[in-house]
C-alpha cells in the first residue's frame, strides 16, 4: 500500500514524439494563449476605461474575461513547456494546483454565465425594475457568489480527488490534469465519494443550463413582441453573444465528462481536451466583439486613443 500511494509526480499526454511536431505544438499554443490574452485583455480595458459600459452586465462580462484568462493559463503555458523541453512530468503539487485553479475557473464561469442570463431576463422582460433588482450592491454580492461557490466547490472537488490513493500507474491521458483521467488513476473500489460530487457538480449544472433555457424562452417571447423591428434586432444582438458563449461552454463541458475515458493515449482525448479548454476560452473574445456593437464602439475607441497618445 505505501508504494501504491506514493505517487509524486505524474506523466502528460503529449501531442507527438516528434521533436519538429513538438516544437509545432509550441509555437501553435504560444499564438493561441497569446490571442486569448490579448483578446479578453482588450475586452477588459475597454469596458474599464469606457463609463457607458459600467453596467452589471459589462461587469461580469470583465470577470468572465478574467475567468477565461485564468482558465486558458493554468493549463496551456505548462503544456507549452513541456513540448519545448520535450518532457511530459508534472509535480504532484502541480497537478493539485491544475485542477484546484481549472474546476474554480470553469465553475465561476458558469455561474456567472448564469447570472448574466438573469441579467438580460430583467433587462428586457421586466425593465421597470431593472434599478431596484439589478443595483451595484446586487451586482457585487452576485458576483462575489460565483467567485466564492467556484471556490468551495473547487476545493472539494480537489481534496475528494486526492485524498484517495492512486496506483503506480501515474500516466494521464491529457494534456493537462483533468479528473475523469485522473479517476482512472485510483482504486475502483475507492473513487465513489468523488463520483458523487461529480454528480452533484452536473446535478447543479443541468439546472443553471435549464434557468437558462427558460430565461431565454421569456425573453424571446419578449422580443418578438417588440413592435419596433430596430428594437429586436437590438435586443437579439445583445442576447446572442451570452447564449452562443453559454452553448459553447456546455456542449464541450459535455463532450469532455460524458465521454468515456479511454485506458490508452489516443489523439481523440487530446483533441476534445482542447475542444473542452481551449477554444471557448479563446472564442469569447471574438463573439463578445463581433456581435455587440458597443464592444466593438468601446475597442474602436481605444485604439483611437492609443494612436493619438503614441503620435
Not at 151 to 164: G, K, M, P, Q
Request: proline content about 4%; some cysteine.
Amino acid at each position: 500500500m505505501s508504494n501504491q500511494t506514493a505517487v509524486t509526480e505524474f506523466l502528460l499526454l503529449g501531442f507527438s514524439d516528434v521533436r519538429e511536431l513538438q516544437i509545432l505544438h509550441f509555437v501553435v499554443f504560444l499564438v493561441i494563449y497569446l490571442a486569448a490574452l490579448v483578446g479578453n485583455l482588450l475586452i477588459v480595458m475597454a469596458i474599464a476605461l469606457d463609463c457607458h459600459l459600467h453596467t452589471p452586465m459589462y461587469v461580469f462580462l470583465i470577470n468572465l474575461s478574467i475567468l477565461d484568462l485564468g482558465s486558458i493559463s493554468v493549463t496551456l503555458p505548462k503544456s507549452m513547456v513541456n513540448s519545448f523541453m520535450n518532457m511530459r512530468l508534472i509535480s504532484y503539487p502541480g497537478c493539485v494546483t491544475q485542477v484546484f485553479l481549472f474546476v474554480g475557473f470553469t465553475t465561476t464561469d458558469f455561474a456567472l454565465l448564469t447570472i448574466m442570463a438573469y441579467d438580460q431576463y430583467v433587462t428586457i422582460c421586466q425593465p421597470l425594475h431593472y434599478e431596484r433588482v439589478r443595483n451595484r450592491t446586487a451586482c457585487i454580492q452576485m458576483a462575489a457568489g460565483a467567485w466564492i461557490s467556484g471556490i468551495v466547490y473547487s476545493a472539494l472537488h480537489t481534496r475528494n480527488t486526492f485524498r484517495l490513493p492512486f496506483c503506480q500507474y501515474n500516466v494521464i491521458n491529457q494534456f493537462f490534469c483533468v479528473i475523469p483521467q485522473l479517476l482512472k488513476l485510483i482504486y475502483s473500489d475507492l473513487y465513489l465519494s468523488e463520483v458523487g460530487c461529480i454528480a452533484f457538480g452536473v446535478f447543479v449544472g443541468v439546472n443553471c443550463f435549464v434557468f437558462i433555457i427558460v430565461s431565454y424562452v421569456q425573453i424571446f417571447k419578449a422580443v418578438m413582441r417588440m413592435p419596433s423591428e430596430e428594437g429586436r434586432r437590438k435586443a437579439f444582438s445583445t442576447c446572442l453573444p451570452h447564449l452562443t458563449v453559454v452553448s459553447l461552454l456546455v456542449f464541450t463541458s459535455l463532450f469532455e465528462y460524458l465521454n468515456p475515458t479511454s485506458t490508452s493515449a489516443s489523439n481523440p482525448d487530446l483533441l476534445m481536451g482542447v475542444l473542452y479548454a481551449v477554444v471557448p476560452l479563446v472564442m469569447n473574445p471574438i463573439i463578445y466583439s463581433m456581435r455587440n456593437k458597443e464592444i466593438k464602439a468601446a475597442l474602436q475607441k481605444l485604439m483611437v486613443c492609443r494612436i493619438f497618445t503614441k503620435n
